[in-house]
Every structure is written in structure tokens, then in C-alpha cells.
């Protein structure tokens, strides 16, 4: 089963607009990572932020991790068309064992 | 550093038939897992593989199979495929922890008829 469910499934936004997408899981983490994939090609390592962090900075990119809510979120400032992918997190639940477990995704389209 | 390598890209099988799919990790890293992606399914681990040897392995029938390489090449095997195997399944290494950040593949893209 899906450890992390994202929120919202799609979002279409304007270039220049910032995107925020959600996270939620159900079980205690030791780390949550977002990736980002293009149509059909293969994920690409966004940010990973630790279960003892709060918020995390990479260029453009803003995360946010709420542990006692177990839900994180991802923000992407000042949008561009380029943006446009699917966004995933993925954990390591304590309980999945050795492995990531991702989410469904949400599929972002930043119109020019 | 070149990245990971997947090959075949593309292919076309049928029912019944059996596929190896090969996985080049990036230079150095010893850790390679395999993920199935379906429209309906998500990313669904199958297994993951450190210095040779399976280290996890997720919910998938024993017609799913892999290896590793002592140079930490791995190859996965679906035998007797069914048009439910029809997907794309994504390579990805690591230096160390499969919970860390993982490097992934362009995938390999099968289709089953």
C-alpha cells in the first residue's frame, strides 16, 4: 500500500505562480523525500528533509515537514513551464522495512 | 559521473514470454532497487539488492526475478508475462542505503500483448 498519499492529484497554475503540493503518510518516518518525474522518464531527487527537521530550503524549492500531523509539503516559487512533471514524495516508514515507499503523485502544469 | 544506465528502453512482448530487463548503477554505488510504475498501481518496490545479495523484496509473485553483478549491475526477470505486467519499471542506485537519495534510470518501458 501507498505510504504517502499526495494532495492535490493536478494542478494547473500560471507561470510566475507558486505551486504548493501535500503530503501525508500514516506511519513514523526517519526521512521524507520529494521527487520529480517528466513524462515517462525516470525520477529525479528533489530535496530530503529529516524526521527532526522542520523546513528545508533548495532554490526555488520550500518543504515543510509536520510529524506530529505525519504530512509534509512542497512549495515551488515563481513557477515556470519547465516546472511542469509529476511530484512525488516517498518515506521510509519505520515499518516498510528497508526501502522508500512512494506516493501517487501530483501531476503539476504550469501554463506560459 | 555517468548516471544509470536501463536498457532496453522500449520493448514489445508477448503473453506467456519471459524478459530481462539490465540495469547499470552510477559508478560506485553498491545498492540497486527496482520499482514497477503502472497508471493504476503507482511505484510498487520489487526488490533491491546490495553487493550481490537481495537485501528486500516487495509484494510481487515469484514470476518477478533479479540479480546483481560483482560490478553491481543488475538485471531483473519477468517470466510468463501477463498483459498486467505492461509497465514501467525504473532502476535506481544508491551509494549505500536504499533509504537515502536514490539515482534513477530513464526505466524501461514494456508492453505486453
Known amino acids: 500500500s501507498q505510504q504517502g498519499e499526495e494532495d492535490p492529484q493536478a494542478l494547473s497554475i500560471q507561470e510566475g505562480e507558486n505551486a504548493t503540493m501535500n503530503c501525508s503518510y500514516k506511519?513514523?518516518?526517519?526521512?521524507l523525500q520529494w521527487y520529480r518525474q517528466n513524462s515517462g522518464r525516470g525520477l529525479v531527487h528533489l530535496i530530503l528533509?529529516?524526521?527532526?527537521?522542520r523546513e528545508k530550503h533548495s532554490g526555488r524549492l520550500r518543504v515543510t515537514l509536520d510529524t506530529s500531523k505525519k504530512s509534509s509539503s512542497l512549495l515551488i516559487t515563481a513557477s515556470r513551464a519547465a516546472d511542469t512533471a509529476s511530484y512525488f514524495c516517498?518515506?521510509?516508514?519505520?515499518?516498510?522495512?528497508?526501502?522508500?515507499?512512494f506516493g501517487e503523485g501530483t501531476q503539476l502544469t504550469v501554463n506560459p | 559521473k555517468a548516471g544509470v544506465t536501463q536498457t532496453p528502453r522500449y520493448l514489445i512482448k508477448t503473453r506467456g514470454q519471459q524478459v530481462t530487463l539490465s540495469c547499470s548503477p552510477i559508478?560506485?554505488?553498491?545498492?540497486v532497487s527496482w520499482y514497477q510504475q503502472t497508471p493504476g498501481q503507482g511505484l510498487q518496490f520489487l526488490f533491491e539488492y546490495f553487493s550481490e545479495t537481495q537485501r528486500n523484496k516487495g509484494n510481487f509473485p515469484g514470476r518477478f526475478s533479479g540479480r546483481q553483478f560483482s560490478n553491481s549491475r543488475s538485471e531483473m526477470n519477468v517470466s510468463t508475462l501477463e498483459l498486467g505486467d505492461s509497465a514501467l519499471y525504473l532502476c535506481?542506485?544508491?551509494?549505500?542505503?536504499?533509504?537515502?537519495?536514490?539515482?534513477f534510470g530513464e526505466g524501461s518501458r514494456l508492453t505486453v500483448l
Open positions: 559508478s560506485g554505488h553498491r545498492s
Open positions: 506511519t513514523s518516518i526517519n526521512n
Open positions: 535506481a542506485s544508491s551509494l549505500v542505503s536504499v533509504t537515502g537519495e536514490l539515482f
Open positions: 516517498a518515506t521510509d516508514g519505520e515499518t516498510s522495512g528497508s526501502r522508500l515507499t
Open positions: 528533509i529529516r524526521s527532526n527537521e
